[in-house]
């Protein structure tokens, strides 16, 4: 699924970015090389986020 636009971002992208340590649509953008554009994919890419972080924690702790 298309997450932004603007600079063609999909789904996959900026889950990876956020398993890669991005904790925020802005550093994801940037750690795939690029910048928000107009800002109507930011609440998206941060639910994104914010998902890929809970499932990497509820793995750390089931681990535990």
């Given at each position: 699924?298309?997450?932004?636009?603007?600079?063609a971002?999909?789904?996959d992208e900026v889950?990876?970015?956020?398993?890669?340590?991005?904790?925020?649509?802005?550093?994801?953008?940037?750690?795939?090389?690029?910048?928000?554009?107009?800002?109507?994919?930011?609440p998206?890419?941060?639910?994104?986020?914010?998902?890929?972080?809970?499932?990497?924690?509820?793995?750390?702790?089931?681990?535990?």
């Amino acid at each position: 699924m298309i997450v932004c636009v603007c600079n063609a971002l999909c789904e996959d992208e900026v889950r990876a970015a956020a398993r890669n340590g991005a904790p925020c649509p802005r550093s994801a953008f940037a750690h795939l090389g690029c910048e928000p554009q107009c800002g109507t994919c930011l609440p998206f890419a941060r639910e994104i986020i914010e998902a890929e972080r809970e499932s990497h924690f509820a793995v750390g702790a089931q681990a535990a």
